[in-house]
């Protein structure tokens, strides 16, 4: 017997994966656990069993639950930055594109990979030390630029002279919410709404909060001239 596979019914014989397929599962079936039970209430145990092989065999590839965890976050450090997305649209003082963007680009990405969401809420609470690269590649730069851009947008008189962090906070804090509510907690009916009305109605609601008076109303919604 494979003394990989944990027991198992008899059945066809299958396929022995490769050393990358089997790593690629492991992987798959720990960002699972981590996101339904967070670091400290999965084990390599769980994960091997989940795959159908021995704990022992997952240390092969993974000698420990830190460098399991490692390896799931290194693997999402590499996704594409929604910064670079609006890059062209702040450059333009685009505020609608800029802030739509954003928004978009955090709820679809949520909704494609919602245990991701659900790792990096578990990071935040349970503050783990391997967890800061995965803020410093994803959180961090997200929360720097809008307010930078907030910031800048105040400068320019465009913005009333609030807090940029403050601002910053609170746009990315409804964002935040969804994601928490619709796809931590899996309570769509607080949200039944499409997520491209979800993300209008939030844009609409920051920016006629922020917007300097003189370019508040029905003027030009692009830059304060």
């Given at each position: 017997?494979?003394?990989?596979?944990?027991?198992?019914?008899?059945?066809?014989?299958?396929?022995?994966?490769?050393?990358?397929?089997?790593?690629?599962?492991?992987?798959?079936?720990?960002?699972?656990?981590?996101?339904?039970?967070?670091?400290?209430?999965?084990?390599?145990?769980?994960?091997?069993?989940?795959?159908?092989?021995?704990?022992?065999?997952?240390?092969?590839?993974?000698?420990?639950?830190?460098?399991?965890?490692?390896?799931?976050?290194?693997?999402?450090?590499?996704?594409?930055?929604?910064?670079?997305?609006?890059?062209?649209?702040?450059?333009?003082?685009?505020?609608?594109?800029?802030?739509?963007?954003?928004?978009?680009?955090?709820?679809?990405r949520g909704a494609r990979d919602p245990e991701f969401v659900r790792l990096l809420f578990f990071t935040a609470l349970e503050s783990h030390v391997?967890?800061?690269?995965?803020?410093?590649?994803?959180?961090?730069?997200?929360?720097?630029?809008?307010?930078?851009?907030?910031?800048?947008?105040?400068?320019?008189?465009?913005?009333?002279?609030?807090?940029?962090?403050?601002?910053?906070?609170?746009?990315?804090?409804?964002?935040?919410?969804?994601?928490?509510?619709?796809?931590?907690?899996?309570?769509?009916?607080?949200?039944?709404q499409p997520v491209e009305e979800v993300v209008a109605t939030f844009v609409d609601l920051f920016l006629t909060g922020i917007r300097a008076p003189?370019?508040?109303?029905?003027?030009?919604?692009?830059?304060?001239?």
């Amino acid at each position: 017997m494979d003394e990989e596979i944990a027991s198992r019914p008899p059945g066809p014989r299958r396929r022995r994966p490769t050393a990358g397929e089997r790593r690629e599962e492991i992987l798959r079936q720990g960002m699972r656990c981590f996101a339904a039970r967070g670091f400290s209430g999965t084990t390599t145990r769980e994960v091997a069993s989940g795959v159908g092989i021995t704990e022992a065999a997952l240390y092969r590839y993974f000698p420990s639950k830190e460098s399991l965890y490692a390896a799931i976050i290194a693997s999402k450090i590499g996704t594409p930055s929604l910064v670079d997305r609006v890059a062209e649209d702040a450059s333009r003082r685009d505020d609608e594109a800029v802030f739509r963007g954003l928004a978009l680009g955090v709820l679809e990405r949520g909704a494609r990979d919602p245990e991701f969401v659900r790792l990096l809420f578990f990071t935040a609470l349970e503050s783990h030390v391997l967890a800061m690269p995965l803020f410093t590649a994803h959180i961090g730069p997200l929360r720097q630029f809008v307010t930078d851009y907030v910031r800048t947008r105040i400068e320019e008189g465009a913005f009333r002279a609030i807090d940029p962090v403050l601002g910053a906070r609170a746009f990315l804090g409804m964002i935040r919410d969804y994601l928490n509510v619709r796809i931590v907690h899996g309570q769509t009916e607080v949200y039944p709404q499409p997520v491209e009305e979800v993300v209008a109605t939030f844009v609409d609601l920051f920016l006629t909060g922020i917007r300097a008076p003189e370019v508040s109303g029905e003027g030009p919604r692009q830059g304060s001239s």
